[in-house]
């Protein structure tokens, strides 16, 4: 049976308040404070133990604390705050992004950039799939990016910015993040196959932007980066789209994703951006009856 947390709390505050004063004959204050530190973890357990995750995230808090403070070990704080981290998650998101964000701050001025980036890339998932924050999420993602180049995990960073960011309707800032990736993935036999989704869901955001020349001259320049890229049915879809768009033919426009979603089935963020564009033909139309 776990052991009464609040009753660890109040041994680890003696042990703590022990070991500020001073040196004692029965163990010295490194001693006390190592049990001071061992006892809030105990504590922050058995509260995670009965679902009390507020009060877990304090607990670690505590005793990081005195790991940075008292006994100099900030690796092991960063641990504690990542224990502190999932206490939080569920019941107090915002409590768990800080915590988490200091121990990406430890491993950063470490120069530990991979398990600063992994870190980080928690931090953004909690903004968007838990507080639903998409713009704080972006930023998030960015510097799990700026963390790692060349990397599978700062590319799935920088792909889930670029989804974010059309959402938000910045499609400059979603381009530029595709074709980065799509670059990077060219020379790369494990990840080249991805890279014509890249270039279409670059070209479907170069259409939700309204811009056809640029649309069109985007579409010439992945077919320069890949030439493979021209004979796949991603950019006989884009080239198609550009046609019904510029005619303001809607119907086609449909009919043309109806026959590729057969083949291929059009994810839930394709869908909802060609909607839009889908949108923008009848309003054009309207424009001109």
């Not at 060609?274 to 033909?281: F, W």
Request: hydrophobic share 35%.
């Amino acid at each position: 049976m776990a052991q009464d947390p609040r009753a660890l709390l109040q041994q680890a505050d003696k042990a703590a308040s022990g070991a500020s004063g001073g040196f004692s004959f029965f163990g010295g204050r490194t001693e006390k404070y190592e049990r001071a530190a061992e006892l809030y973890t105990q504590a922050a357990n058995s509260f995670r133990l009965q679902k009390q995750g507020k009060e877990a995230g304090l607990a670690f808090e505590r005793a990081a604390a005195i790991q940075i403070n008292n006994l100099q070990e900030p690796d092991d704080a960063a641990n504690t705050y990542q224990e502190a981290f999932k206490s939080y998650k569920a019941t107090d998101p915002e409590d768990a992004i800080r915590v988490l964000q200091l121990a990406v701050t430890h491993y950063t001025l470490k120069g530990n950039f991979r398990r600063a980036a992994t870190q980080q890339q928690n931090v953004a998932e909690c903004l968007e799939a838990i507080i639903g924050d998409n713009k704080r999420a972006i930023d998030a993602y960015e510097k799990v990016g700026e963390c790692l180049t060349c990397d599978s995990l700062a590319n799935k960073a920088f792909l889930k910015l670029a989804d974010l960011s059309a959402e938000e309707g910045n499609y400059q800032r979603s381009i530029e993040n595709y074709e980065k990736v799509a670059r990077s993935s060219l020379n790369s036999n494990l990840m080249k196959w991805s890279v014509k989704e890249y270039f279409l869901k670059a070209g479907i955001c170069h259409l939700t932007s309204g811009d056809m020349v640029a649309t069109k001259r985007a579409i010439e320049q992945y077919t320069e980066m890949d030439p493979t890229f021209a004979s796949t049915r991603e950019c006989k879809l884009l080239n198609d789209l550009v046609e019904s768009v510029e005619q303001g033919d809607q119907e086609t426009f449909s009919d043309q994703l109806f026959q590729y979603d057969q083949m291929s089935k059009l994810d839930k963020w394709k869908t909802k951006l060609l909607l839009k564009v889908k949108d923008n033909i009848e309003s054009q139309g309207e424009d001109f009856s």
